[in-house]
């Protein structure tokens, strides 16, 4: 596997290319859950094992699936089924192994069913890593990376929002800016000071 191409991956999902802060994906669960760090740090576990699975799965479902039945305009509605059925039976086996851990994600996993950064990594996988119907060179690895360091970059976003929404609380603002607008005055502002990053592609 070419390193560089790894590193660019890492890069580019992370900081050029965040699923929140440059392609304004899973801006729903990104607002609604980053009002504490604790909760926003759950969510992004979560977001990272189910963005990675789904990537892998999807993955399969179209190279042995889908390609071979030339099903390829079937693509989206076949993912969201994969998604959404993947993120109900692991609710369900948590939720039967681990009645904590269920209680402590709490309304985390349903949320990314209709996550749109989770399903926009599949379809990016597809359209970076196979010419055609033809996978590239070691498609698969990196189609797995690009989903994982694209959870962590969904992870970092919140984060750094759960922060400064933290210390408003501290803050004296107006009252019509509580709540959502000053969430989304506070996004805007992230989202321009990642367009820097834009300037060190490599």
Known sequence: MDIQRVIFIVISMVFINNFILSKFLGLCPFLGVSKETKSALQMGYAVIFVMTLSAVITWLVYRFILIPFHLEY????????????FVQFIEMFIQKTSPALYRALGI??????TNCAVLGVTVLNINDFFKGSVPIKASFMLATLQA?????????ALLLMSG???RLDLV???ESLKGIPIAFIIASLMS???????????
């Open 172 to 174: 004296d603002i107006p």
């Open 148 to 156: 994982f360091f694209a959870g962590i970059g969904f992870t970092l």
């Open 164 to 166: 400064i929404r933290e």
């Open 74 to 85: 079937l693509r989206t509605i076949s993912f969201i089924l994969v998604i959404a059925a």
């Open 108 to 113: 985390y996993l349903p949320l990314i069913t």
């Open 192 to 202: 321009l000071a990642f367009m820097g990053f834009i300037g060190f592609k490599p």
